[in-house]
C-alpha cells in the first residue's frame, strides 16, 4: 500500500495570510490525526478526524481547523498566520484511530511563517 | 500540563553502550505505543504493549509496559549510529481517547 502523503511539503507564508494543508491517508484507513512538532515542543496534538467527524480536539485557537472528506483525504487550515505558527506540520493515518491503534505518519509539510 | 513525560529528553551514547529512555504517565493507560523519528524524517511506528509488565524486544530493542500500566521504557544495547534519532513514547488513554505523546528523547551516538 503507498502510504501517507501531505502537501505541499514546504510553504512560506507571510503573517496575516492562511494556509490549506493536504493529507492523503493509507488506503483503508478512516482516521486522520494533525500534529504540530516545533523545536523543543515535541509532537502537539491538534485533531483527528474518523468517518468525516472531528472525534477529537487538541489546545490550539481556532485558528486552526480542519476537515474529512468522505474518500478519508483531509485538510488543515490556518487563518490568520502569526510567526509562532512556524512549524512541521504532520498527518498521521490509522485504520480506527483513537488511542489503540498505531498510527502511520505523512512526510509533513514545513510552514515558515515570514 | 502534559500527562506524558519522557525521560532524559537527550542521551549521548558512546558507540557499543546501552541505554534506556523511560516514558512516564500520570494516568493508567490502555496501551503504550514508541515510534522513531530519524533527523529529518518523520516518526515512524515501532511497537506497541498492551499487558501489564509485558516485554518485546526487537533485534536490540527491548521495550517494556510496566506492571501498573503507567510507565514504559525502551532499552538499545549495542548502540550503533543507525540509532540515531528521536524517540517518542505514545500513550494511550493518558487525555481522552487519543494518543498522548511523550516530548521525546534525542538520541545522539559518538563513534
Known amino acids: 500500500k503507498a502510504g501517507v502523503t501531505q502537501t505541499p511539503r514546504y510553504l512560506i507564508k507571510t503573517r496575516g495570510q492562511q494556509v490549506t494543508l493536504s493529507c492523503s491517508p493509507i488506503?483503508?484507513?478512516?482516521?486522520v490525526s494533525w500534529y504540530q512538532q516545533t523545536p523543543g515542543q515535541g509532537l502537539q496534538f491538534l485533531f483527528e478526524?474518523?468517518?468525516?467527524?472531528?472525534?477529537n480536539k487538541g489546545n490550539f485557537p481556532g485558528r486552526f481547523s480542519g476537515r474529512q472528506f468522505s474518500n478519508s483525504r483531509s485538510e488543515m487550515n490556518v487563518s490568520t498566520l502569526e510567526l509562532g505558527d512556524s512549524a512541521l506540520y504532520l498527518c498521521?493515518?490509522?485504520?480506527?484511530?483513537?488511542?489503540?491503534?498505531?498510527?502511520?505518519f505523512g512526510p509533513g509539510t514545513r510552514l515558515t511563517v515570514t | 500540563g502534559q500527562q506524558v513525560m519522557q525521560i532524559p529528553q537527550y542521551q549521548h551514547v558512546q558507540e557499543g553502550e546501552d541505554f534506556t529512555t523511560y516514558c512516564n504517565s500520570s494516568?493508567?493507560?490502555?496501551?503504550i505505543q514508541w515510534y522513531k523519528q530519524r533527523p529529518g524524517g518523520h516518526p515512524v511506528f515501532l511497537i506497541q504493549?498492551?499487558?501489564?509488565?509485558e516485554v518485546k524486544k526487537q533485534k536490540r530493542l527491548t521495550f517494556q509496559f510496566g506492571e501498573a500500566k503507567k510507565n514504559s521504557s525502551l532499552h538499545i544495547t549495542a548502540t550503533q549510529t543507525t540509532d540515531v534519532g528521536t524517540y517518542f513514547c505514545?500513550?494511550?488513554?493518558?487525555?481522552?481517547?487519543?494518543?498522548?505523546f511523550g516530548g521525546g528523547t534525542r538520541v545522539l551516538v559518538k563513534p
Open positions: 478526524y474518523f468517518s468525516e467527524t472531528q472525534r
Open positions: 498521521a493515518s490509522s485504520e480506527f484511530g483513537g488511542r489503540n491503534y498505531e498510527q502511520y
Open positions: 494516568t493508567t493507560l490502555s496501551n
Open positions: 504493549l498492551v499487558k501489564s509488565g
Open positions: 488506503s483503508g484507513h478512516r482516521s
Open positions: 505514545a500513550g494511550g488513554g493518558a487525555a481522552g481517547n487519543k494518543l498522548t
